[in-house]
């Protein structure tokens, strides 16, 4: 069972910029990609960022020249940059782990973001 442990979350002012960090038990490369999803309160998750085994990355568009995704192969870490952030990009963040075939994915058990003045 693999586990994935985000950290970096917590209360940023808008227009601040947090890091976000997904740590897994093994090499990220094993998967076919690393990806950040999103849960604010009342809604469904969304898509957020990915980062593909290849290393090409796809953000949604709410987030697109905000967020950055990167990863270190070495540290097993995926990385979520956010700059300037609005008060709607509050929410839990998930972090995903994106199987090759028909295994099941994993998840990261959430990090809260809390934009607020």
């Known amino acids: 069972q693999e586990q994935l442990v985000e950290s970096g979350g917590g209360l940023v002012q808008p227009g601040g910029s947090l890091r976000l960090s997904c740590t897994a038990s093994?090499?990220?490369?094993?998967?076919?990609?690393m990806a950040w999803y999103r849960q604010a309160p009342g809604k469904q998750r969304e898509y957020v960022a990915e980062?593909?085994?290849?290393?090409?990355?796809m953000y949604a568009g709410s987030v697109k020249g905000r967020f950055t995704i990167s990863r270190d192969n070495a540290k097993n870490t995926v990385y979520l940059q956010m700059d300037s952030l609005y008060p709607e990009d509050t929410a839990v963040y998930y972090c995903?782990?994106?199987?090759?075939?028909?295994?099941?994915?994993?998840w990261g058990q959430g990090t809260q973001v809390t934009v607020s003045s």
């Open positions: 093994r090499s990220i490369l094993s998967f076919g990609s």
């Open positions: 980062i593909i085994r290849s290393g090409g990355t």
């Open positions: 995903k782990a994106v199987q090759v075939g028909t295994a099941p994915d994993y």
